[in-house]
């Protein structure tokens, strides 16, 4: 069997050596490191940080910030995706581009035009005030920075493999008398399953990890908007609490590898799919 490339063997060496070496002092140093600070007051001072009640309620706003967000991804996800690869239609491109907008604009740009539109000085901030409605400094306001920052993720992914599937089957079945619903369910959504996994996963990573919008849109108050990033920020330069900080960073840290496991075991999966369908 031929060699993918011609280049000599010390090249494919001398390439494989440098990409470890990035990976080496780039990732796993990092990890470790951060592993030895987590456990240099001992175990039992880990587990005390990670059973803290600010540990635990930043650990339940990300929680719930992920679980609110990542469902309303999987929705418009699905609905952009849809009518993108399925339809022609005026303003398709700028629909394109929107999507593509928060990996344009940075986080902590996104969060403050978050507070100029909600903010007690903001737009519709009088509204909000003569209602009794918190969004900014508030849980709302860290659903929505979340919200923002994660929406291409469901859709990106799904695009492509709704382009590359086409209508036919889908015609087929409607030929057959299947319904929209039945269409939906039985033809359109075995195809991207996978597809949809990946993005859903990649979008609860982000979702837990955020930090720029959040920390402008949530004013960072202990026991009441502070989430994981935030609160590990906290420990570290506010409380100088660093093998607590370490420790709770180990949690973000450790739910990071399982997405990225889970993320590995999904394109081994869709991979397999191609091969036995090819």
């Not at 007051?41 to 600010?54: C, H, Q």
């Not at 996800?77 to 398709?92: N, Q, T």
């Amino acid at each position: 069997m031929e060699h993918a490339t011609t280049e000599p063997r010390w090249v494919r060496y001398l390439l494989i050596g440098i990409a470890m070496t990035f990976v080496l002092l780039f990732l796993l140093l990092p990890l470790l490191f951060m592993l030895f600070e987590a456990f240099r007051e001992g175990v039992a001072y880990y587990f005390k940080s990670l059973t803290d009640e600010d540990t635990q309620h930043a650990l339940a706003l990300t929680l719930l910030a992920a679980a609110i967000a990542v469902p309303i991804n999987i929705v418009f996800g699905l609905a952009a995706s849809w009518c993108i690869a399925k339809f022609e239609f005026p303003g398709k491109s700028v629909l394109i581009t929107l999507i593509d907008l928060p990996f344009a604009i940075s986080p902590v740009v996104a969060g403050l035009l978050f507070v100029l539109l909600f903010g007690l000085n903001g737009w519709f901030g009088d509204f909000l005030e003569r209602h009794n409605i918190e969004i900014i400094y508030a849980v709302p306001g860290i659903i929505i920075a979340t919200l923002f920052v994660t929406f291409p993720f469901v859709a990106r992914e799904l695009i492509p493999v709704m382009q590359s599937q086409g209508t036919e089957e889908e015609q087929a079945a409607r030929v057959l008398g299947a319904n929209g619903w039945q269409i939906f369910w039985r033809v359109t959504m075995p195809n991207i399953k996978w597809g949809l996994l990946y993005g859903v996963i990649l979008c609860n990573a982000r979702a837990m990890g955020e930090f720029g919008a959040v920390a402008v849109v949530s004013g960072k108050i202990q026991n009441k908007t502070c989430t994981l990033p935030l609160h590990i920020e906290a420990l570290y330069e506010g409380k100088d609490d660093y093998p607590a900080a370490f420790a709770v960073a180990s949690l973000l840290a450790m739910l990071a590898i399982v997405t990225l496991i889970a993320k590995t075991l999904i394109e081994m999966k869709t991979a397999k799919e191609r091969e036995s369908n090819g």
